[in-house]
Structures are given as C-alpha cells and as structure tokens.
C-alpha cells in the first residue's frame, strides 16, 4: 500500500462532524425543494422569519445578518430581491441616514402563514422515526455543541 495516500485514523470528532454535515444537507434537502414551490430561498425564508419575530420595529441589515441561520455574504442583495417581490420595506431611519431599517410587509406575513403548515409538517416527516425524548436530547447536545461559538459572539458584540 502506498503510505503517501494513509490517513490517520478519524478522530471521533471528524465523523461527529461529517454526520453532521451530511444531516443538515439531507434535512435542508426537503426545506429547499418546498420553499423553491413558493419562489423563495432558504435564505430568504430565513430573513422572513427573523423579520417576523423582529415585529414591527424591524431591525437593521446587520442586525438581520447577524441572526441568520447560515451567513449570506451579500446581505443587501438578498434583502433587494426580497424589497422587489414585496415581502419586505426599508426604510431609511431621519436621525441617522446610515441606519436602513427593513420589516416584514403583509405580503412577507401572509406568504410565511402559508409555509408555517407545511414546514412544521415536513420536519415532523424527517424527524418524525425519533422520539420526542431523544428529539429533546439532540436538541440538547446541539446547543452545548453551539455554546462556545454564541459565548464568542457574545464577547465580542460586547468589545465593540
């Protein structure tokens, strides 16, 4: 055997990795092809619902980048084709030009009370082969995995 092409033995932590890489693909699978029946991304789904918790007080670019689900490195591209489809409005803020402040419209809120069934029964369907008390432990264990990474977040919003 040619020993230039051996590797070494995975560590426990790689293949947790690669699993869960490979779940979170086959999961987003599902989630991609039914919001692409509604015209919409993932990460324009994602946006939509960050704006909806937001309430009507909006928030700013940053603040809705900094609570997406996975980083979209062109932030104002994505809430542009969301503005022309009519799902969300920005504003400029009159104290401080700078400051763009987008909500969700009532298009954006009634295209996301179309998908709130439809989602919520498409993770029941993926998920569905676990039990509720393992469902709560994944869950569990996938917030320790998270924590390290939000306590960073958290130090350094506070530094700036």
């Known amino acids: 055997m040619d020993t230039r092409f051996a590797r ?3 560590l426990p932590e ?33 946006v939509l619902r960050i704006l909806r918790g937001a309430g009507p007080a909006g928030l700013s670019c940053r603040d ?4 997406m689900v996975t980083r979209d490195p062109d932030m104002t591209r994505l809430l542009d084709r969301l503005d022309k489809l009519g799902f969300i409005s920005r504003e400029r803020a009159k104290n401080d030009r700078r400051v ?25 369907r993926q998920l569905r082969h676990l039990p509720a008390p393992r469902l709560k432990i994944l869950g569990q264990l996938l917030e320790e995995i998270l924590a390290p990474a939000a306590m960073r977040e ?5 530094g700036k």
């Open 8 to 10: 070494p033995a995975p």
């Open 14 to 46: 790689e293949d947790l990795f690669v699993s869960l890489q490979h779940a979170a693909d086959k999961l987003l699978q599902g989630v991609e092809l039914l919001l692409k029946s509604h015209g919409l991304s993932p990460a324009q789904y994602n």
């Open 64 to 67: 809705v980048g900094l609570r």
């Open 100 to 124: 763009v402040t987008t909500r969700i419209t009532p298009r954006g809120l009634d295209l996301l009370k179309r998908l709130d069934p439809p989602v919520r029964e498409l993770h029941r």
């Open 154 to 158: 958290k130090v350094s919003k506070a």
